[in-house]
């Protein structure tokens, strides 16, 4: 299995930015993590199977997750960014789960992870 995040880079607060992320042969939850300079990886967002959104509270109102099945992808579309956005960013494929409405927001639920794409956000 193999995950591959693209559409990182530098970009100025309040510009906008989408990530996407490629994902073969899976019909798992979604989800993007992400990981600042001396920081631990934390979680973004997770779209469940049957679409379920959820975020972290840092970033609730300003980015959207999303997938394009025809295409194999998932999307974090960034708006209003923050010097404080900056980070790698990693898309992850949960743990299966037989509830399309699973959406775990825990690192150590995900079994597939890519290898991340870098965000810098200047003030």
């Known amino acids: 299995v193999q995950l591959q995040a693209s559409g990182g880079g530098l970009v100025q607060a309040g510009d906008s930015l989408r990530l996407s992320c490629t994902v073969f042969g899976l019909d798992r939850a979604m989800g993007w993590f992400r990981q600042a300079p001396g920081k631990e990886r934390e979680f973004v967002a997770v779209?469940?199977?049957?679409?379920?959104?959820s975020y972290s509270d840092s970033v609730k109102g300003r980015f959207t997750i999303s997938r394009d099945n025809t295409k194999s992808t998932i999307y974090l579309q960034m708006n209003t960014l923050k010097p404080e956005d900056t980070a790698v960013y990693y898309c992850?494929?949960?743990?299966?789960?037989?509830?399309?409405?699973?959406?775990?927001?825990?690192?150590?639920?995900?079994?597939?992870w890519g290898q991340g794409t870098l965000v810098t956000v200047s003030s």
């Open positions: 779209l469940s199977r049957n679409n379920r959104q």
């Open positions: 992850a494929a949960a743990s299966a789960n037989p509830s399309s409405s699973y959406a775990p927001v825990r690192i150590t639920s995900y079994d597939y």
